[in-house]
């Protein structure tokens, strides 16, 4: 599991930033929840009704060991995600936006109750494939990305109706942090001799340095040491829209600087860090 890096506990994080998600709904004017988002088809209303589809999906699966998933046949785990959340987000047009707050407040902390209990580097209720899909994943890699999704749903929401928040360095930096762990997997496909790193910088507040070292016949994360084989920086509002495609890659590789080995650093600044 150390190809993933040092643990990331995001546990005390989600009272935050559901907090700063749900003082944002509360203050929406009925237009609000009506104006588009950067989520094909989606209004506010819709990303709100996706989260909490996110809350009950998981307190269903990993708390009461609820199996409910049901594929069609050759059915991808991305056009199943694709189908369900489309299907219950078109369920929750129904609700209205006071319930879904109070459906938010009441589930939340029984999430942070399913988080606290969680032993981080047990092997996850649900594999983080986008950081390793040939491999199980710890449980603080699973609880990061559900951290990385409400808070990314809730700057998709702030995106639409123009206000800005939640983006405070200590809510934001594990953000940026759990998804410099799909580093790895970016470069998957590209073999390079023993020993070869890629350094990926993040600019800005929330930022950081990380690396990823060939070792073993894999990428596996490392410090950012020595001479790489190639090197990427990239602003941190760019690297969080690129890993979960709100930018393109070519926006991204604007927003970008590049050295070194093309093809690693062309790997890199096509980083996803979500289902797609």
Do not use: K
């Not at 988002?37 to 307190?59: E, I, S």
């Not at 996850?124 to 899909?133: E, I, K, M, P, Y």
């Not at 410099?180 to 023993?194: I, Q, S, T």
């Amino acid at each position: 599991m150390m190809i993933f890096g040092p643990a990331v506990d995001v546990r005390p994080l989600f009272p935050r930033e559901r907090r700063a998600l749900l003082d944002l709904l509360g203050a929406l004017s009925p237009a609000d929840w009506a104006r588009p988002t950067v989520c094909p088809g989606w209004d506010v209303h819709d990303v709100v009704g996706h989260v909490l589809n996110d809350y009950m999906r998981r307190l269903s699966g990993s708390r009461d060991g609820h199996g409910g998933a049901v594929f069609a046949d050759d059915e991808t785990l991305p056009a199943y995600l694709a189908r369900t959340n489309e299907t219950f987000v078109q369920a929750a047009r129904q609700l209205s936006p006071r319930l879904m707050i109070e459906l938010l407040e009441h589930l939340g902390p029984r999430l942070d109750a399913l988080w606290a209990a969680r032993d981080l580097h047990a092997p996850a209720d649900l594999n983080v494939s986008w950081a390793a899909d040939d491999i199980g994943s710890p449980a603080w890699l699973d609880i990061g990305r559900e951290y990385t999704e409400f808070w990314v749903h809730q700057q998709q929401v702030r995106d639409a109706v123009s206000v800005p928040g939640a983006d405070e360095p200590d809510l934001m930096a594990p953000v940026l942090d759990v998804f410099a762990r799909a580093l790895p997997h970016a470069l998957r496909m590209h073999d390079r001799p023993e020993g070869s790193t890629v350094h990926l910088t993040v600019r800005g507040p929330a930022g950081g340095r990380w690396g990823a070292i060939r070792a073993e016949g894999r990428w596996r994360m490392a410090e950012p040491q020595g001479e790489p084989a190639a090197h990427v920086s990239i602003d941190q509002d760019a690297f969080w829209r690129l890993a979960t495609r709100g930018i393109t890659v070519e926006q991204a590789r604007r927003r970008a600087t590049a050295g070194g080995d093309p093809e690693l650093t062309a790997a890199v600044t096509a980083l996803l860090a979500v289902i797609a």
